[in-house]
Structures are given as C-alpha cells and as structure tokens.
C-alpha cells in the first residue's frame, strides 16, 4: 500500500468537475474550508475509482483518511489534517465528510443498484452532504436541506448518466437502477457498446426524467437561502443542472456529448445568476422533497 494516499490522485482539481466548486460567487472567507473539504473529498474518491488498487487496499486507504480527519498528527494523510484544521477554526461536525466516506466505501464493495430508492440511499452519502457541508459553512438554516438533498442527488445522477459508459467498462459500476434496465428490456452489458440501443436509451431517458422530478423539488431552493452569494451559486447549479437533463433525454451518452462546453457554462451561469436575483425579488414559496436523511 502507498504510504500517502495523495499518491492515488487522478490529477482532477475542482476547475474539471461539472458544477461549479467555491466559484467567485462565494465570498472569500469561506472558499479555504470548502476547497479543504473538496480537497479531502477529491482524494477520496480517487482511491475509490483507482485501476489498479485491491478492494483491501482501497478501504485501508479511506480508513486512513477518516484517521487523519478525526485524530490528526504527524505521519497522517495531509487532506485529512488539513480539513480536521479548516473544520476545528469553522467549529464545525465533521460528520459530513464522514458521511462521503461511506459513499466511497460503498463503491468500492457495491456496483449494481435495485431500484430507484436503492439510489437515493447511495445518493444520501454521495451527494447531499456536500450540499449541506457548504449550507452549514454559511450558517444557513437546516429547513434548506430537503430542498438541499433533492439538488444533490439530480447533479450526482446527472454525473452516473454521463459516465454510465466508462463506469462500466473501467469499474464495473452500474448507476442506472436494474429494475429501470429490466422494464425496458435490456441488461447492464449494453453500456459496453459504442452507442447505446433503444431498450438502453429508454432506460437512461427514464432515470433522466426521475431527475428532472428532482431538479422540480429544487427549483426554489436558492430563495431559501439568506446569503445572496451562495444563493447565487446554487441559482447557476440549477440552471447548468436543468440542461444537462435536456441534454441527457435528447442525447446518447455512449456516442454524443451531454457535457458543457465552457461558452455554454458561462451564458448559462448568467441565466442563473438572473434567475437567482429573480427569486430573491419575488421570493416564490419554495417547494421541497423528502428526499435524504
């Protein structure tokens, strides 16, 4: 086994993932602990993905991970000093990134999932404690998090869509629920082919058209926020969110692209920056979803 988990990195910073990380949007004093807690984040999930490392190494890795957040010292993985620091200055639980942690545990032993709900319990360590980690940073109230949760998992599913075919053929790994496959014929080894067939497009326009439900549960979650520029932030994320589930009902992720180009980020961002400014003016009544735990 390494001996510093940083070694395990891909070489992804927070400038390549899908959706904006601690942008210009959020004020100064609180992107250090949330780029801390990406950082954290980042090289976990590098081990969980890793070619090459063992089940048993992957797990030991993520075991010292978790060490290095809740008794840091020296000799430890440095993210999880660093967080354990950002997190002590903030005075704040590091439950959420233990929470992440289970995901990535979980990726490491499970690669098929049942059903839908099967998703949205992967989705609740996966995915909305990010959300939460950034909405506790700000001190917003918890009566966000189900708004919150329903966002997070979209953009996390978004993800499982777009890379449905390299998480197959490079992890085994298969997002879209078995039942969604089997309703509409088709098994998990068509992800494996240059363009997907109808029973598999179906099946991905279906889980796509569960996460435009999700994306509607959020839709008011930025007017629930009082810091304007976070509010901002997660206006923007709708917004990129929204499109990309078109992108991904009208597109086959096998053989096109449903990924952004940077000019469609940017006019995008605007949209939702406007979007965001429109909410906080007429201030519509929020509508949230059971979703999390």
């Given at each position: 086994?390494?001996?510093?988990?940083?070694?395990?990195?891909?070489?992804?910073?927070?400038?390549?993932?899908?959706?904006?990380?601690?942008?210009?949007?959020?004020?100064?004093r609180?992107?250090?602990?949330?780029?801390?807690?990406?950082?954290?984040?980042?090289?976990?999930?590098?081990?969980?993905?890793?070619?090459?490392?063992?089940?048993?190494?992957?797990?030991?890795?993520?075991?010292?991970?978790?060490?290095s957040?809740?008794?840091?010292?020296?000799?430890?993985?440095?993210?999880?000093?660093?967080?354990?620091?950002?997190?002590?200055?903030?005075?704040?639980?590091?439950?959420?990134?233990?929470?992440?942690?289970?995901?990535?545990?979980?990726?490491?032993?499970?690669?098929?999932?049942?059903?839908?709900?099967?998703?949205?319990?992967?989705?609740?360590?996966?995915?909305?404690p990010?959300?939460?980690?950034?909405?506790?940073?700000?001190?917003?109230?918890?009566?966000?998090?189900?708004?919150?949760d329903?966002?997070?998992?979209?953009?996390?599913?978004?993800?499982?869509?777009?890379?449905?075919?390299?998480?197959?053929?490079?992890?085994?790994?298969?997002?879209?629920?078995?039942?969604?496959?089997?309703?509409?014929?088709?098994?998990?080894?068509?992800?494996?082919?240059?363009?997907?067939p109808?029973?598999?497009?179906?099946?991905?326009?279906?889980?796509?058209?569960?996460?435009?439900?999700?994306?509607?549960?959020?839709?008011?979650?930025?007017?629930?926020?009082?810091?304007?520029?976070?509010?901002?932030?997660?206006?923007?994320?709708?917004?990129?969110?929204?499109?990309?589930?078109?992108?991904?009902?009208?597109r086959?992720?096998?053989?096109?692209?449903?990924?952004?180009?940077?000019p469609?980020?940017?006019?995008?961002?605007?949209?939702?920056?406007?979007?965001?400014?429109?909410?906080r003016?007429?201030?519509?009544?929020?509508?949230?979803?059971?979703?999390?735990?």
């Amino acid at each position: 086994m390494s001996s510093n988990a940083a070694d395990l990195r891909s070489g992804k910073g927070s400038r390549d993932e899908n959706f904006p990380v601690a942008s210009k949007l959020i004020h100064p004093r609180h992107r250090a602990v949330i780029l801390a807690f990406y950082e954290f984040v980042r090289v976990a999930d590098d081990i969980a993905d890793h070619p090459t490392l063992s089940q048993a190494d992957k797990l030991q890795h993520l075991d010292a991970l978790e060490e290095s957040l809740l008794e840091p010292g020296p000799g430890k993985e440095p993210q999880g000093v660093a967080l354990h620091r950002a997190l002590e200055g903030r005075g704040l639980s590091p439950g959420h990134a233990q929470d992440l942690l289970t995901a990535f545990r979980l990726d490491v032993a499970k690669r098929r999932y049942a059903d839908f709900d099967d998703l949205m319990g992967y989705c609740s360590f996966s995915a909305m404690p990010v959300g939460r980690f950034v909405l506790d940073v700000h001190g917003e109230s918890h009566d966000t998090w189900p708004a919150n949760d329903a966002l997070c998992a979209a953009l996390q599913i978004i993800n499982h869509l777009q890379d449905c075919g390299a998480d197959y053929r490079n992890l085994d790994r298969v997002y879209i629920p078995l039942d969604v496959l089997r309703a509409n014929g088709v098994e998990a080894g068509a992800l494996a082919l240059p363009c997907a067939p109808a029973g598999l497009k179906a099946a991905i326009v279906a889980l796509a058209g569960r996460t435009a439900g999700l994306l509607s549960h959020s839709r008011g979650f930025s007017s629930q926020i009082k810091d304007r520029r976070l509010a901002f932030e997660v206006a923007v994320i709708q917004t990129l969110a929204e499109r990309l589930v078109h992108l991904l009902q009208l597109r086959d992720p096998l053989c096109q692209p449903v990924h952004l180009a940077k000019p469609a980020v940017a006019a995008l961002g605007l949209v939702g920056i406007l979007r965001g400014m429109w909410g906080r003016v007429f201030s519509p009544r929020a509508v949230s979803h059971p979703a999390g735990r």
